[in-house]
Structures are given as structure tokens and as C-alpha cells.
């Protein structure tokens, strides 16, 4: 009888720490809403479905415990499919993907949102402030250790310092990770 409370308590602990390693995503439409209640800035994934590194980063970064728990802190964390079909109502103008065609394999139309905000490669990581403006977008597949330094400077508003590329330089070369 013990045996099986103490197995039952570790997979319970392990379920527990399974459920803190990921990240709570949402969609862009609940994400603006939210922040009418509770201003949290938003951290959102731009993938497509065919996007090998769109799947490490969800794998190997997003998985990762403490990239989770930052982000579930800091942020209101969006997924968003720039291929998908999804409307979205952002800054008074609703956005689809009219020429989105269903079915089909491989690469599809660019959502109109995804255009809007100029995303030219994927995956992309979009940051937006408490009233849902764009703050910049960061192109690429990043492992925690280099998506923590983006993660860090824009939770805790240390973009607004850095406005020329020797500030950039100098914040990256004094940034002491954690992750």
C-alpha cells in the first residue's frame, strides 16, 4: 500500500511539473481582451505548419521550464499560424486569410495580419506592449539561452534605453543569463 501512495505522489509531482513547463497560448483575439482587464504585454509565435524550425523552437525552447514559467509571468503568449484562417480583429480592422486554400500541402497564403506586421520569415516572435502596439518583431529559430536576453529587455522595458546599436551592444555584452 505504500508503494502505490508513493508512486501515486510522484506522478503527481511529475504530472505537476509537466503542467509548469508549458507555456499557456492563447489566441490573438483572447490575448487584446485580456489585456482590457489585466494589461500584460504579449509574446506571440508566428509559425506555419511546414516550418521545420517552427517545430524545434516549439520543442526545444518552449518546452524548456524556465522559458515557460517566464513567459506565463510576463506575458499574454499567442500562437498564431501565418497560413492559417484564423479572423483577427486588431487596432479597429479584422484580418483573415482569404486566399487561404484548404487542403492544400506545403506552403499556403501569408495571413493578412502576418503581412501587416511584416513577417518575412518563420518562425517569428512578436512582442507587443500592455495596449496591444507593436514593440518588434525577432526573426528566427532561438534556443532559451538566446530568446532569454528578448524575453528580459522587453518584460522589463530596457528597449525603451536602447536606441542606438551601441546601446544593443552593450546591454548584450553585459546580460547575464539564467536559463
Not at 524550425?53 to 503568449?77: E, G, M, Q, R, S
Not at 498564431?80 to 479572423?87: C, D, H, K, V
Not at 495571413?111 to 506592449?129: E, M, Q, R, S
Not at 528566427?140 to 530596457?158: C, R, S, V
Request: proline residues 3%; neutral net charge; charged residues 25%.
Amino acid at each position: 500500500m505504500k508503494k502505490v501512495l508513493l508512486i501515486a505522489f510522484v506522478l503527481i509531482g511529475i504530472t505537476r511539473t509537466s503542467a509548469q513547463e508549458t507555456i499557456n497560448w492563447m489566441s490573438m483575439n483572447e490575448a487584446l481582451e485580456a489585456q482590457k482587464e489585466t494589461p500584460k504585454k504579449i509574446f506571440m509565435d508566428v509559425y506555419t505548419d511546414w516550418c521545420g524550425p517552427c517545430k524545434l523552437l516549439d520543442k526545444n525552447t518552449f518546452h524548456n521550464k524556465d522559458v515557460a514559467k517566464f513567459v506565463n509571468d510576463n506575458y499574454y503568449a499567442v500562437k498564431f499560424n501565418a497560413e492559417g484562417t484564423e479572423e483577427i480583429t486588431y487596432q479597429d480592422f479584422t484580418y483573415t486569410n482569404p486566399n487561404h486554400k484548404a487542403g492544400r500541402k506545403g506552403r499556403n497564403s501569408q495571413h493578412l495580419l502576418a503581412n501587416a506586421l511584416k513577417i518575412t520569415g518563420y518562425p517569428t516572435i512578436v512582442f507587443f506592449d500592455e495596449k496591444g502596439e507593436l514593440i518588434q518583431p525577432v526573426v528566427g529559430y532561438k534556443t532559451p539561452a538566446q530568446i532569454e536576453i528578448f524575453l528580459k529587455m522587453i518584460a522589463n522595458d530596457d528597449y525603451l534605453k536602447l536606441t542606438t546599436g551601441e546601446a544593443w551592444q552593450e546591454y548584450q555584452e553585459s546580460f547575464k543569463g539564467t536559463f
